[in-house]
């Protein structure tokens, strides 16, 4: 008898009707359709539909807590097997929440050459191929092509994405060294500039983007791209990072000066800022690295120095005035404050024997007009640093170090090898888990695998629309 039960309840639930299986899916997490979707191809084509896509998005706007999952970082994407014919088509990334590694959806879908990540956000993945843009969404295999920017693409650009789920709209920023038009343009794209100005944008509420912008320095880009010319003070050119925090985007810059530092560029009022905020002077060698990531709704700065192209240390500057301009630089909130929030200050070494207010507001008035506002909050141990150099330089394919950060996570990751996770809450160093034998033998399958600067969220509701 019981295995007749057993029998009928096997049955039954697979002979349920496909809307009344869509509705069970459908209160599911992101992260467990993730992982149901591969049970059987009846459940992914079920969770792949349309009527899935707009069923989930009613119960998630319904519902008191939301279904979207946590971010995964960092993402490691695989180039491609068969002679690299599908780029992308094993995806992992690594789940905080559930601490493991988790094999995210194939971006397979992707157009031939389409295969340069440049960022994510709100549930879309950005791709770069020659000078387009594509968004997609790696859940809905939706997919979008942005006009071209450019006739070339800057080697010092990074793009950034907004979404606006309630209005099912996008924002794509691209922030790259000013480069002046060329004469000799070819008359099939004569109408493109050589490289776009310091700032180009592109809003999907007006895919022409017709709207004239705030700034009197907005200039035809590409076709549907404006171009903001103006340039922060004292920058000589950009670094290759920046990151989006409270409405500004941190580009690292080179002064004039020879410093490294972060220019702020206001994204609402399409302006930078006049203040350069310059990493204070270091003798541990020159710079080989220097990341710009967003944690926490803090800027940071991940500082490798060294000689010769060995790095020699590893350390992490927080930045502690955000939004400063030279004419109402806001001050530091007071050392209490900070204090209870958990926000670091720069503060000599005697700081703790100020006994009055009055002493610590001029220190803090010193600080804001001298523009010292980093903070250098830890430094790599020595251990985890030898282990880094090992890997980094005994990967073929790892030319740089991927630097993602997310939520109270920091996460730096030398090739597929290893990867390094400092958390600002806790001030920790930890090291992810590895993978498993059948992950290492996906990622050799697929030639190898490239951790990414951005993490990767996943989300049914999503503004691009489904081939």
């Known amino acids: 008898m019981d295995e007749e ?43 792949t539909s349309s009527c899935f896509e707009e069923l989930w998005t009613e119960q ?118 000013l480069r002046h038009n060329s004469s000799s343009s070819s008359s099939s794209s004569s109408s493109l500039p050589e ?42 050119s950009y670094g290759r990072t ?67 192209g060995i790095i020699t240390r590893i350390y992490i500057l927080k930045l502690l005035l955000l939004g400063v301009t030279a004419t109402t630089p806001p001050p530091p909130p007071p050392l209490s404050q900070q204090a209870a929030a958990g926000v670091l200050t720069l503060l000599p070494a005697d700081a703790n024997s100020f006994s009055n207010n009055q002493e610590e507001e001029e220190e803090e008035e010193e600080i804001a007009q001298q523009d010292c506002c980093w903070r250098r909050v830890t430094d790599l141990p020595n251990e985890l640093l030898n282990k880094l150099r090992d890997v980094w330089f005994g990967e073929d394919e790892s030319s740089s170090l991927a630097i993602v950060a997310h939520g109270s996570r920091i996460c730096i990751a030398a090739g597929k090898s290893l990867m390094l996770v400092y958390n600002i809450i806790h001030d920790s160093w930890s090291v992810l888990p590895p993978f498993s034998p059948w992950h290492w033998k996906a990622i050799d399958t697929y030639g190898g695998a490239e951790p990414t600067s951005f993490p990767v969220e996943l989300s049914f509701s999503c503004p691009l629309q489904t081939n």
């Open 60 to 177: 998630t706007s319904s519902s008191s807590s939301s279904q979207e999952a946590a971010a995964y970082f960092p993402l490691l994407l695989c180039p491609g097997g068969g002679g690299g014919t599908h780029y992308h088509e094993f995806c992992l990334a690594y789940d905080h929440t559930a601490n493991q590694w988790q094999r995210m959806p194939s971006l397979s879908f992707l157009p031939p050459g389409v295969r340069i990540p440049m960022t994510g956000a709100g549930g879309l993945l950005c791709f770069r191929r020659d000078t387009s843009l594509f968004l997609c969404n790696p859940l809905t295999k939706a997919i979008q092509e942005l006009p071209v920017i450019a006739r070339k693409w800057l080697h010092y650009a990074s793009v950034h994405l907004i979404v606006d789920k309630r209005a099912k709209g996008f924002k794509v920023i691209v922030a790259g060294k």
């Open 195 to 236: 490289a776009f100005g310091s700032i180009a944008i592109f809003e999907s509420s007006s895919c022409s983007c017709s709207s004239s912008s705030s700034s009197s320095s907005a200039s035809a880009a590409g076709g549907g791209w404006r171009s903001i010319d103006s340039l922060p003070p004292k920058v000589f």
């Open 242 to 308: 920046a990151a989006m925090c409270k409405g500004f985007i941190y580009c690292e810059a080179i002064c004039y000066n020879g410093k490294v530092g972060v220019a702020a560029y206001d994204v609402e009022r399409e302006r930078w800022n006049d203040v350069i905020h310059q990493v204070p002077h270091d003798d541990n060698g020159d710079y080989e690295l220097s990341d710009v990531v967003e944690c926490g709704g803090w800027i940071w700065m991940v500082v490798g120095r060294g000689y010769g």
């Open 5 to 47: 039960e057993n029998s009928r309840e096997e049955v039954s639930w697979s002979d349920l009707p496909e809307d009344v299986m869509c509705r069970v899916l459908a209160r599911l997490q992101v992260r467990k359709l993730v992982q149901v979707r591969t049970v059987c191809k009846q459940w992914n084509s079920i969770i």
